[in-house]
């Protein structure tokens, strides 16, 4: 990917966001509701990357509002990150894949070059990849989340980048017991929150 020619064809992030409102640039457009942007701080450290807009986000324009955007609110709440002001949430596709399959390599490469401005425009210190489509889009890793998860994996424009479950994943997983997905998740949202304050501190 040519990254300065991404970023110098936008001139904000809202220059950016504005494009992506009116992007018909593969099928998802038509049959999206809301283009689904991003959700959060534009200045925050942490960034979250899921994979595509489900029924609710393509109903309100905002990424992770449904089921497994509840269950990712009470995960960052668990670990006592704000989710308004701490983090900068978007998806690889901005559009709805009809009855939430999984976006086509076409489809994530059209929107590609959005998520890359989004990520040089907030240039967040940390970014978490949520699923597979996330790490297979941004890493080319085609390993289970369950082996790579957890770990500072890759640096990505700067930022350290963790793949970590998805929230949809875990609505399916609900065991809490030592070792099972959720209790991952709970202890990889612990080290977001010791680096976050690491790089607050610093
Ligand atoms: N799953 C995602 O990856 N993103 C959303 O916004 C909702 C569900």
Redo the contacts with the bound molecule.
């Keep these: 990917m040519p990254r300065q020619l991404v970023i110098d064809s936008y001139t904000s992030l809202d220059d950016v966001q504005n494009t992506a409102l009116n992007c018909a640039k593969c099928g998802l457009c038509s049959t999206r509701t809301h283009v689904?942007f991003a959700d959060g701080n534009p200045k925050a450290k942490l960034m979250i990357i899921?994979?595509?807009?489900?029924q609710?986000?393509d109903q309100t324009g905002?990424?992770?509002?449904?089921r497994?955007?509840q269950l990712l609110n009470k995960i960052l709440e668990s670990g006592r990150i704000d989710r308004l002001t701490e983090t900068y949430?978007c998806?690889?596709v901005k559009c709805r894949p009809p009855e939430?399959r999984v976006p086509s390599k076409e489809e994530a490469t059209a929107c590609r070059p959005y998520l890359e401005a989004q990520i040089q425009f907030v240039k967040p210190k940390l970014i978490l990849l949520?699923?597979a489509?996330?790490v297979q889009h941004l890493l080319n890793v085609k390993d289970p989340i369950s082996r790579i998860r957890g770990k500072w994996f890759d640096i990505k424009n700067d930022a350290r980048v963790m793949p970590v479950f998805?929230?949809?994943y875990l609505l399916r997983n609900p065991s809490r017991e030592v070792g099972s997905p959720k209790w991952l998740m709970w202890q990889d949202i612990k080290e977001v929150r010791r680096t976050l304050d690491l790089l607050n501190n610093a």
């Design positions: 689904v899921g994979e595509g807009p489900g609710k986000e905002i990424p992770f509002v449904g497994a955007g949430i998806t690889v939430n949520a699923g489509t996330a998805h929230p949809s």
